[in-house]
Structures are given as C-alpha cells and as structure tokens.
C-alpha cells in the first residue's frame, strides 16, 4: 500500500458486557419469557397488542417519567394513538433491557424514535 492510499479503520467490536448479554439466546430467551408472563392471563403476547387498561398496568413509569410523557404529549401534541404508542415502545425497550419498570430514560428513548418518525 503506498503512503498515498487511505487504509480503513479497524472495526471495533463492543465489549460491553452488558451488550453481549443482551445479544445472547439466553438473554433474549429470558426477556420474553417475563413479557409472555405479563400477558397470559389477557391472551396477548405482545407490547402492541396491549390496550387501554392493560396497558396502562404494565407501562407504570417513575414520575420523572410520567412527567416527560405528559410534558410531551402537550408539547408535540400527540394523539390518544401517539401517547399510546410511545407507552408501547417505552415498555418494550425496558424489556430488551431486562429492566421491570419504566423509567424517564426509556420514554426520552422512545420520544425520540417518534421524532426520528416523524422527521423523515
């Protein structure tokens, strides 16, 4: 190669333990064994498939969260339908998490995507 050519960067591989956790069949296993659980008694096996009530009782954030999502629908004006699926999305990245409960985090996350949306 002659000093003139460019050679590309080396790809980085993460090493986040967390991560390779979160990529295993065992990690992907466990998360959605705990989501059918949430779900059996109302026949459902997905965050999308959760409606009024129910969903509500399994998307329960923090304050700082509710405080977010409230703040956000009034300032985006978002829809019954657009708050709903923000609910939705947010739950579904605390479960890729392995995390129980829905936090300020995981609704900034799923606004976001929204954005991204919405934008393009």
Same mark, same amino acid.
């Given at each position: 190669?002659?000093?003139?050519?460019?050679?590309?960067?080396?790809?980085?591989?993460?090493?986040?333990?967390?991560?390779?956790?979160?990529?295993?069949?065992?990690?992907?296993?466990?998360?959605?064994?705990?989501?059918?659980?949430?779900?059996? *008694?109302?026949?459902?096996?997905?965050?999308?498939?959760?409606?009024?009530?129910?969903?509500?009782?399994?998307? *329960?954030?923090?304050?700082? /969260?509710?405080?977010?999502?409230?703040?956000?629908?009034?300032?985006?004006?978002?829809?019954?339908? /657009?708050?709903?699926?923000?609910?939705?999305?947010?739950?579904?990245?605390?479960?890729?998490?392995?995390?129980?409960?829905?936090?300020?985090?995981?609704?900034?996350?799923?606004?976001?995507?929204?954005?991204?949306?919405?934008?393009?």
């Amino acid at each position: 190669m002659s000093k003139w050519q460019a050679s590309p960067p080396p790809i980085l591989r993460c090493r986040h333990p967390r991560r390779a956790h979160a990529r295993s069949p065992r990690g992907w296993r466990k998360r959605a064994t705990s989501q059918r659980a949430r779900f059996e *008694k109302a026949g459902l096996r997905t965050n999308a498939e959760a409606e009024g009530e129910l969903l509500d009782s399994v998307v *329960k954030p923090d304050a700082a /969260g509710q405080k977010l999502l409230t703040d956000a629908a009034e300032r985006m004006r978002l829809t019954a339908r /657009g708050y709903h699926r923000v609910q939705r999305v947010a739950r579904t990245i605390a479960d890729l998490a392995g995390v129980g409960s829905v936090n300020r985090g995981h609704i900034a996350e799923a606004l976001s995507y929204r954005r991204i949306h919405h934008a393009g």
